[in-house]
């Protein structure tokens, strides 16, 4: 199972490779035409936070009913912290990045 991390990750090299024109591993250059936009893959990556952190309330109940392991509840809680601390991290870097780009003269 990959990590949030690892799917930012790949994601970002994915979103890099297609900005320097380059087709992803195996794909065609029509193909790298037919990928989504950026838009979509930040849409993407708050949908997958969205669930990791819905996964780790329902395995936290299901604790608290006496019916998951203590091993499965802590690791579904410190993954969604880490993925909350994810993507609190990338919108800092966005609002500072919004805010050089107000700051340059024109």
């Given amino acids: 199972m990959t990590t949030p991390a690892q799917s930012y990750v790949s994601a970002v090299n994915a979103y ?49 009913n006496d019916r998951a392991d203590v091993n499965q509840v802590v690791t579904a809680m410190a993954e969604a912290e880490l993925t909350l601390q994810t993507v609190v991290s990338v919108r800092d870097k966005v609002l500072d990045a919004y805010k050089e780009i107000i700051r340059m003269p024109m």
């Fill in 16 to 64: 890099s490779n297609a900005a320097r024109g380059k087709p992803s591993m195996g794909m065609t250059p029509e193909d790298s035409l037919q990928q989504n936009g950026f838009a979509d893959l930040v849409k993407d990556a708050i949908q997958e936070a969205a669930k990791i952190g819905e996964r780790g309330e329902k395995v936290s109940i299901a604790g608290i």
